[in-house]
């Protein structure tokens, strides 16, 4: 063969389906349930500061993300040598598993989760071990254990899961830790951790700092509201964080990303109270589901999972006919981002509508 061909594992990599914009519709307001991403507008200073660093876009940006490091180190209370920020969460899966897989190694994780995980792995040669989800839609943590073999370099643990919704308690965590070898690093991926309301949730922190294989991964994507701008972060054992690091793409986290995460972390408190809102939503969605009879799983996140199998293309065009656009999985189900009121209205008006189960043939 005379062309130029990439490595054979590159025409494994499953394509991202990102969540499609809605469809616009005269004389109708559409919204966009399909990406999980925040209703709100920036915060009140956020674009103030954002647009006073973009005069600078002439100049590289600080490569060291000093000023974000330092701003993470207060606030999470722990050394910077144990940070490394990235562009998004997605680019710290593709830099655990570019450092600490070989090609043929296994990456374990639950499946239906986040699809990013599969591509991330099998782009840089390593193999997925997907271990499925209880009938409940929750981790199987102890099937994931019991998938651990030699070639296991890393095991996702997605808290709350994407796109399913529930949590694993800090108990389950803690179990699932007692039973994997200390040189199988154990990434909890906290995308959502903000939305969290259960009993026994994880301790993040706590965790990462009695566990030396334990990384936790966090973004400023979900409940900061700065998704179009690619801010994620580790928080790791110092010797975890540099390997990161050392792999990360220079000068990835750009000029007015670092700006606007850094002002975001300054107005927490305000931030927090949208997350509140957002929370009463979700609970307002889920009992408004589960009156109208719809058994969905438990929803920790910005999210609701409905399993509906072959009718999920059906579902989804009936979200569009009413101007939502939903997340659908094809023959698994559809994920609904929690988002503005007359978004989730329509949910529950399309709830309502839609038949709960398949007719019977
Ligand atoms: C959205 C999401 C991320 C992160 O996304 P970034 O925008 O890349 O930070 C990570 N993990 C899960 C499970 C997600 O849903």
């Known amino acids: 063969m005379s062309s130029p061909q990439p490595r054979a594992n590159i025409a494994d990599i499953p394509p991202y389906v990102p969540g499609k914009p809605p469809t616009v519709r005269p004389g109708m307001t559409s919204y966009k349930l399909s990406s999980n991403e925040n209703p709100y507008p920036p915060l009140p200073g ?25 701003a993470l180190a207060r606030e999470l209370d722990v050394p910077v040598g144990d940070l490394s920020v990235a562009t998004g969460s997605v680019g710290l899966i593709y830099q655990l598993v570019q450092a600490f897989c070989d090609p043929g190694d296994e ?24 271990v499925p989800l209880l009938p409940d839609a929750r981790h199987d943590l102890d099937a994931m254990a019991a998938a651990i073999t030699d070639r296991t370099r890393i095991v996702l ?6 796109p399913t919704g529930p949590a694993v308690t800090r108990a389950e965590l803690d179990a699932f830790l007692a039973q ?38 966090r973004t400023f994507s979900k409940a900061y509201g700065l998704a179009g701008f ?45 997350v509140d809102a957002l929370v009463a939503e979700r609970t307002r969605v889920v009992d408004g589901l589960r009156e109208r009879g719809w058994d969905v799983p438990e929803a920790q996140g910005n999210f609701v999972w409905f399993e509906l199998g072959e009718r999920t293309a059906d579902f989804a065009l009936a979200a569009d006919e009413l101007g939502i656009v939903v997340r659908p999985f094809a023959g698994e189900g559809a994920r609904v981002t929690v988002g503005e009121p007359e978004a989730n209205n329509r949910l529950l008006q399309l709830a309502a509508s839609f038949p709960r189960r398949a007719a019977p043939l």
């Not at 600078?56 to 330092?70: C, K």
């Not at 200390?182 to 301790?203: I, K, T």
């Open 46 to 70: 956020v674009i103030e500061a954002v647009q006073a660093a973009v005069g600078q876009m002439n100049r590289y940006p600080d490569m060291g993300s000093t000023a974000l490091y330092d």
């Open 107 to 130: 990456v374990v994780f639950a499946w239906r989760s986040f699809e990013a995980y599969p591509i991330a792995v099998t782009a840089a040669g390593a193999r997925t071990v997907q």
């Open 157 to 162: 643990v997605c808290t709350p899961n994407n």
């Open 180 to 217: 994997v070898p200390p040189h199988v690093l154990v990434v909890v991926d906290e995308a959502y951790l903000e939305f969290v309301r259960m009993a026994d949730p994880v301790d993040g922190l706590a965790t990462y700092r009695t566990h030396e294989n334990v990384v936790l991964t």
């Open 230 to 274: 690619r801010v994620g972060y580790a928080v790791a054992p110092a010797p975890v964080a540099a390997a990161l690091r050392a792999v990360s793409l220079p000068f990835g986290v750009s000029t007015v990303a670092q700006t606007a995460a850094i002002a975001s972390l300054e107005r927490r408190a305000e931030l927090l109270e949208r």
